[in-house]
């Protein structure tokens, strides 16, 4: 009889841990603006924005329920926190790396957009102006698609600079940002690069140099390099060509693309033939 006796009592034991895990946790119910959290890679750092999304559900929005020329906690809920990992240039101030409210003044022709240094407040009924890190001025923009739910996005990042969007209804706000870590990674790279040659980063050394318009001939040394350590890669046929172009040597550049379409085809490499036959047409051109 031992063996039922023990069986029952592991059901009883089980049902009745079940009932107490569920006995601690309240039923939910959802928030009426549900929160999201966007996470941009920038520069050495990142950029992480926590906000509330409302709706329009049919209201005026801006002029409306948001009244010109009034703070607003920019979403719902809980004021809006931006999180800065390393220093940033927000629309051309220096910003230290930390953590922040955003709220904004709307206005039909230009907005402030602030930067508190009181993060975690609810909405902007404790907002003080005195904890201001700083204010800008902003120009938003009509857009015709209509935009039902508050959204936060990032566009047009590279590694110097990106856009921060505010968008809602008809409204667009953009907010430009810049990274301040050049130098820095300048110095990154340069002393990644002076490493053994198998682990030095030829592919983003060279990428940052073109882009950045830094030391061209120091870019096409390394271009040169992995050419040599990886000769049937058409990505450094690439890179080598349009070094050349943008120094000035149309016919190099059209040379060394053409290698590169060569070994695209090859390899069954689609991506690489296109983007080495476009810098053999940009070079006609």
Not at 37 to 46: A, E, R, V, W
Not at 164 to 190: G, K, R
């Amino acid at each position: 009889m031992k063996k039922p006796f023990l069986y029952l009592f592991a059901i009883m034991l089980a049902c009745c841990t079940s009932a107490s895990l569920f006995a601690q946790e309240p039923p939910r119910i959802p928030e009426a603006s549900s929160t999201q959290t966007i996470i941009q890679d920038f520069g050495l750092g990142k950029i992480t924005v926590t906000y509330s999304r409302p709706n329009v559900k049919g209201r005026k929005i801006f002029g409306g329920i948001n009244p010109y020329g009034e703070v607003w906690r920019t979403g719902a809920n809980a004021a809006t926190t931006i999180i800065l990992s390393e220093s940033v240039i927000f629309e051309g101030v220096k910003v230290p790396a930390g953590t922040y409210a955003l709220f904004s003044i709307p206005g039909e022709n230009e907005w402030t957009i602030i930067l508190n240094k009181t993060a975690k407040q609810w909405g902007a009924y404790s907002y003080k102006q005195e904890d201001d890190l700083l204010r800008v001025k902003v120009k938003p923009r009509k857009v015709d698609e209509k935009r039902e739910t508050c959204t936060m996005q990032f566009a047009n990042s590279t590694t110097k600079s990106t856009d921060f969007y505010i968008v809602w209804d008809h409204t667009a706000v953009p907010i430009h940002l810049q990274t301040d870590d050049d130098a820095q990674i300048t110095a990154n790279i340069e002393k990644l690069m002076q490493g053994e040659k198998a682990n030095r980063p030829y592919f983003n050394a060279i990428q940052y140099f073109y882009e950045n318009d830094k030391d061209l001939n120091k870019a096409m040394q390394w271009a040169l390099e992995a050419e040599k350590m990886e000769p049937n890669g058409p990505w450094y046929k690439l890179w080598k060509a349009r070094i050349q172009l943008k120094m000035g040597d149309k016919a190099k550049a059209i040379a060394t693309a053409q290698e590169g379409v060569k070994i695209a085809k090859a390899t069954k490499d689609d991506e690489y033939v296109r983007l080495n036959e476009a810098v053999i047409t940009q070079a006609k051109n």
